[in-house]
């Protein structure tokens, strides 16, 4: 059974913009912290943004921090990644995540380390 579930990626050129979402199942996105990460070809995966389950912080990769926007909407339990001034290094391949730590959450690029939930990944690709 399909928890998590991305849309909205696609090609843009440079310097556009896309908003992916991640619709999630009522009893994750009640229960757990949401993410972000990413994938490029031939690189590791890499953590892109965070919001948390109570608080509703954000968190952001330096790569990002600026550009991108990570939201959620408890109605539709659904969170979107905003993805402005996108540049051809943001090419990869999306993918959703949650996780009933925020800590844990954060590191969840890090060798070794365990996210409970994925998706199944997003295509963006940007145009130079």
């Known amino acids: 059974q399909v928890q998590l579930v991305e849309s909205g990626g696609g090609l843009v050129q440079a310097g556009g913009s896309l908003r992916l979402s991640c619709a999630a199942s009522?009893?994750?996105?009640?229960?757990?912290?949401m993410g972000w990460f990413r994938q490029a070809p031939g690189k590791e995966r890499e953590f892109v943004a965070a919001?948390?389950?109570?608080?509703?912080?954000?968190y952001y990769s330096d790569y990002v921090k600026g550009r991108f926007t990570i939201s959620r909407d408890n109605a539709k339990t659904t969170v979107y990644l905003q993805l402005n001034s996108l540049q051809p290094e943001d090419t990869a391949v999306y993918f959703c995540?949650?996780?009933?730590?925020?800590?844990?959450?954060?590191?969840?690029?890090?060798?070794?380390?365990?996210?409970?939930?994925w998706g199944q990944g997003t295509q963006v690709t940007v145009s130079s």
């Open positions: 009522g009893r994750i996105f009640n229960s757990h912290n």
């Open positions: 995540a949650a996780d009933g730590s925020l800590v844990q959450l954060r590191n969840g690029a890090t060798p070794g380390s365990h996210v409970d939930y």
């Open positions: 919001i948390g389950r109570i608080t509703g912080n954000t």
